[in-house]
């Protein structure tokens, strides 16, 4: 049985061109016009135009002043490197790369894999943060791609996963070895830790997403594995619509730290691109400049052997058909459709029901 391991990410261009550009910001600004309310579908994709062509010169400017984006390539060689780990386990797979926004497009990645006659499909996305502009609607439109093509292949997807042990571990070791590098101590009273997320509306977290939850459960974890007791948390916000994000901006949380030095470690990305490379390295360190703060910024671990050993575990419970609950995946609830599973839903403890009942009668008898 041959499985079709499709990796779902973001995208970026690799050049500063602008009809790439622009297609790439119309097609994000289309997929979150729920955002804001158009009478239409076609006032929709005028209005996602519009904000593209508005930010366009904006994003081509980062593009041009870091070289191009080298997220497409990063996320192709992990790609090519989970198919080898887990061919290397007895597995027999195939892998896709499908990107959200920019070629080759999820739909491309489920035309390949229809192509290659696959018997099954699996969709992970390279967000461990999980989010519904992310995860959730690349696995949405992932599973319509295959129901398109009117080919009746099992589909199982994997949502959130940033509780997978060795992940965390690879990310602080990961700022342990490049602080040491550069002479710095996190204990130290002059140094700040700065976990950097991506935003996100916050029209989302009041439908119930939990990724404001996500960020403070994995970054609690990084810091206790680095030793550090205090550390900050900030967002790196889009606001291309004028509705309100997540809070607070990272940009002003730099200003106001009382300290010589700043170490920031992007929580949310696993390739370089122009949200660390643009947003950060240089937005970011002027703004920090600025303010008389000194400022390094953790270099992505995109390439580090490990990573495809914990994207083979996350699939192994899927591939090898016994029960994902022994990996401690639940059915996600952030996309609560038959066959998600997730590492983020809450426990539900057997008898839970009966439990609370005691206690309410304990309670009452006092």
Known sequence: MTTGVVVLNFGEPSEPDRAAVVDYLERIFLANADL???DSEEAARERSRKLAKRRAPGLIEEYEEIGGSPLNEQARGQTEALEAELR????????????????PLIPDAAA???EDDVDRVIGLPVYPLCGPSTNVISLDELEESLDDRDWEVPFQAITGW????????????????????????????????????HGTPKHYLEEGSRYDIYVDEYTSVVASLLGVEEYHVG??????????????????LVTEIDAERAVVEPVSFLHEQSETLSELDIELREEAEAAGLE??????????????????DLLEPFLADFAPEYYQYRQCKCRDVPGTMCLNAPQETPHAEAIE??????????
């Open 36 to 38: 804001e309310e158009y």
């Open 88 to 103: 290397d386990r007895g597995f027999d797979v195939n892998t896709y790369m499908g990107m959200q926004y920019t070629e």
């Open 112 to 114: 390949a894999a229809h």
């Open 162 to 197: 940033h509780k997978q042990p060795q992940y965390n571990h690879i990310r602080a070791e990961n700022i342990a070895d490049h602080v040491d590098e550069w002479g710095v101590d996190l204990t130290d009273d002059d140094t700040a830790l700065v976990f950097s997320a």
């Open 235 to 252: 967002f790196q916000n889009h606001e291309n619509r004028d509705i309100p994000w997540t809070e607070p901006e990272v940009e002003d």
């Open 295 to 312: 400022l390094h910024r953790v270099p992505i671990p995109h390439d580090d052997e490990r990573l495809p050993e914990v994207f083979a």
């Open 357 to 366: 009942a005691d206690a309410a009668d304990a309670e009452a008898d006092d």
